[in-house]
């Protein structure tokens, strides 16, 4: 049983196109996430959503639009693909109802963007 | 704010010697620690986690990390590597009033036999 799942594995394309990554989670959890892991592995958070509403959205170009249909889904919308949009986007999800971050995140097995 | 370094990129060590990852971190109240693991091709998965009580963590796979608030620090662990710990290492900070987790650079462990 996936308990974060994330499509697709890889994904390539060309600058100025629009992509779409889908995540799902099977654990019941409460909040769910979008980081952005760079080729030196720097992980850094892009959204969070608990129960649907957007709580966390940092500094990201506004090519970047997540959407939460329900509270196991949260896609990620990319317009406009740049060069430097290269890299592993992670879905993760949490228990934390409250957005008390104490709970562990369990991981997607990411998507490998490449923009060419 | 808070802030996690992690004191080098790139650790090695013999198949059975002492595995140590180091993490500092900076907060301005008492935080909430984390160590992930992340094997190649695959996320990230909790190894183990502080946020209160007993200052020696015990996590998975032989791995633990004591957390010295005089030192700020959450080292990590392993009496005796095996193989199979080759992965990279996050170490993470969480404010318990804020949403956000700070992740660490990480640290590639390899192994050699």
């Known amino acids: 049983d996936t308990a974060v799942s994330q499509t697709p594995k890889y994904l390539v394309t060309q600058m100025g196109n629009d992509k779409s990554i889908k995540c799902e989670q099977n654990?019941?959890?409460?909040?769910m996430y979008w980081y952005k892991q760079d080729s030196k592995k720097f992980l850094k958070i892009m959204f969070s959503?608990?129960?649907?509403?957007?709580?966390i959205n940092e500094t990201v170009p506004n090519r970047f639009s997540p959407k939460s249909p329900d509270k196991a889904h949260l896609n990620l919308h990319i317009n406009s693909l740049e060069l430097g949009d290269s890299a592993v986007y992670f879905c993760?999800?949490?228990?934390?109802?409250?957005?008390?971050?104490?709970?562990?995140?369990?991981f997607g097995n990411g998507t490998r963007l490449t923009v060419t | 704010a808070q802030s996690v370094t992690q004191l080098g990129s790139h650790v090695s060590v013999s198949e059975g010697a002492l595995v140590l990852l180091r993490c500092n971190y900076s907060?301005?109240?008492?935080?909430?620690l984390f160590w992930y693991v992340q094997y190649p091709n695959q996320g990230l998965q909790l190894l183990l986690k502080?946020?209160?009580?007993?200052?020696l963590v015990k996590g998975i796979n032989g791995f633990e990390a004591e957390f010295k608030k005089s030192e700020t620090s959450f080292h990590l662990t392993k009496p005796s590597a095996h193989m199979s710990d080759a992965a990279e290492y996050f170490c993470?900070?969480?404010?318990?009033?804020?949403?956000?987790?700070?992740f660490g650079a990480g640290t590639t462990v390899t192994v050699r036999a």
């Open positions: 959503y608990n129960n649907k509403e957007l709580i």
């Open positions: 993760a999800s949490s228990q934390d109802g409250t957005g008390a971050h104490y709970s562990p995140l369990h």
């Open positions: 502080y946020t209160t009580g007993a200052t």
């Open positions: 654990l019941g959890h409460d909040t």
């Open positions: 907060s301005s109240v008492p935080p909430y």
């Open positions: 993470a900070v969480s404010d318990p009033n804020d949403y956000k987790l700070s």
